[in-house]
């Protein structure tokens, strides 16, 4: 979007995430003498052929891949490092406020250099992804792409990978306990809460497994910790799917991709420099994700210090990130704070607006400005029957549509459902365990989506632009992710 976010996301974030764009951010983190200029703000900087120059000056495509990529993986590991030490300080709960002046400070400073990557990544997926498709259509021919997608899987172990194979530790367990089996696949959710005292071992495995991964079903902020229900809900799902007949498919399958792959790798030994690339897009993806991550971990550890923050503010936590990131400064400096009414009003709706270089904050819908690109959205032909993208994961399936654009719809995904959102994130995945097929108006080959589509195996269509626009939750389509179209058939 161009000229405003409009947004249902948490204000602080959304304010971080412009802040976190200025050329001071962008010469610390990438040595870049680039940022949003004025009047801009882009989520998608693909074709930013200003920031191509500046990226690639004095660099070939390699070299500035890896720059990136080193300098993604410093300050995501720095965030990490500072949350640690945050949390085992152990004054998140002080009631000091030059303490929680102090916490807060370094904690978003070591948050706001994770925000340049936040709009370049793609960029840099474009040049990156653009020159491998070249290089792979000159070994492969016709199917390159096909082969270049079996090829893109993280360079390491993602929280997502992670946290799946935990599931599957569970639903193994249960599987083979066949009293236990029939229990849970009998009875309902909160009953088998309730008897959990009496499966001590399960008991312990789905605690450890939210002790690991709760964290996962929140987003910047929003969004409830993972709770019993959901592990439980999970549990029951994966094991009505479950069955040994499956499971033998299932890794019949694995090792004809295994033997593929190797095949692949035998093949692309002959061009290095080819490899070399690839191996800089597995990195870059890893890192892209795990960025993401760390922030959602983050977040989700050091809630306390911004609830105890809250407290003292006299708010609660849910009004406390729809303030600013310079209010919550100034509350240190001054005990100032915008009004509850106002609060009100942005918790509902805003959009944060860029112009000559300064950020306005609106929150009256009708004063929000309407410019070039969104009238261009407006043009589109709503009757349109074909919505065309890039393909992250082949496959072919029909299913009605399930619209999501705001972490709270994630729960109304039903099984079988297509899942079609702007781009999906790591607290989406209870839902799109569900879906038969996912769709996005942004990212690309080396998106969240990809890999969680390539790992569970299901359709997936890509950077659309407009498909959030077009289709509507039950409309009845066909995703043709081998030709990358989806198709209204109703």
């Not at 003292?312 to 009004?319: A, D, I, P, S, T």
């Not at 589109?380 to 399936?397: E, F, H, M, N, P």
């Not at 038969?436 to 969680?452: E, N, Y």
């Amino acid at each position: 979007m161009k000229y405003a976010l409009t947004v249902k996301q948490a204000l602080l974030f959304t304010d971080l995430s412009l802040l976190g764009c200025t050329r001071s951010h962008f010469k610390k983190v990438l040595g870049i003498d680039c940022l949003i200029r004025a009047n801009d703000i882009f989520w998608n900087f693909d074709n930013d052929t200003e920031f191509n120059d500046t990226l690639l000056k004095n660099k070939t495509l390699d070299q500035a891949v890896t720059h990136f990529n080193t300098s993604l993986g410093k300050v995501t590991q720095n965030l990490e490092n500072i949350t640690k030490k945050i949390v085992s300080s152990k004054k998140m709960q002080s009631s000091n406020k030059n303490e929680l002046f102090l916490l807060f400070k370094n904690y978003y400073g070591a948050y706001s250099l994770n925000m340049p990557f936040l709009f370049h990544y793609w960029n840099v997926e474009s040049l990156l992804i653009g020159q491998l498709k070249e290089d792979f259509h000159a070994i492969f021919g016709e199917d390159s792409e096909g082969n270049l997608q079996q090829m893109l899987i993280p360079a390491h172990e993602t929280y997502f990978a992670r946290e799946k194979n935990s599931m599957q530790k569970i639903v193994d367990y249960v599987y083979k306990n066949k009293k236990l089996k029939s229990f849970i696949l009998k009875h309902k959710i909160a009953s088998i809460i309730r008897s959990l005292q009496d499966y001590s071992t399960l008991e312990n495995l789905i605690s450890q497994h939210i002790k690991d991964f709760g964290f996962t079903t929140t987003s910047l902020y929003l969004g409830n910790a993972m709770s019993k229900d959901d592990v439980v809900e999970r549990l029951k799902s994966s094991l009505e799917d479950y069955s040994l007949v499956k499971k033998s498919e299932q890794s019949k399958l694995e090792k004809n991709a295994t033997f593929y792959k190797r095949k692949l790798l035998k093949q692309r030994k002959s061009y290095p420099e080819i490899e070399k690339r690839l191996q800089l897009a597995c990195e870059l993806m890893y890192w892209k994700n795990q960025r993401l991550d760390v922030m959602f971990k983050s977040d989700f550890l050091i809630h306390p210090l911004l609830e105890n923050i809250a407290a003292k503010m006299q708010l609660g936590f849910h009004e406390l990130v729809y303030l600013r990131y310079g209010e919550i400064l100034k509350w240190f400096k001054t005990g100032k704070l915008p009004k509850k009414q106002e609060l009100a009003k942005r918790i509902k709706n805003y959009a944060l607006y860029l112009k000559n270089g300064s950020i306005t904050l609106l929150t009256n819908e009708k004063v929000y400005p309407r410019l070039a690109s969104e009238k261009a959205f407006r043009a589109i032909r709503v009757s349109s029957k074909l919505i065309k993208g890039d393909i992250a994961c082949r496959g072919k399936v029909k299913g009605n549509v399930r619209i999501v654009l705001v972490t709270e719809d994630i729960q109304y995904v039903k099984r079988g459902e297509i899942l079609v959102t702007p781009m999906t994130r790591p607290d989406m995945i209870l839902g799109m365990e569900k879906a038969a097929a996912f769709v996005t108006d942004h990212g690309g080959m080396l998106s969240h989506a990809a890999i969680v589509a390539r790992e569970m195996k299901k359709p997936c269509i890509v950077g659309t632009q407009n498909a959030t626009k077009l289709l509507k939750t039950g409309m009845f389509v066909e995703v043709d992710a081998n030709n990358g179209i989806v198709k209204v058939l109703n």
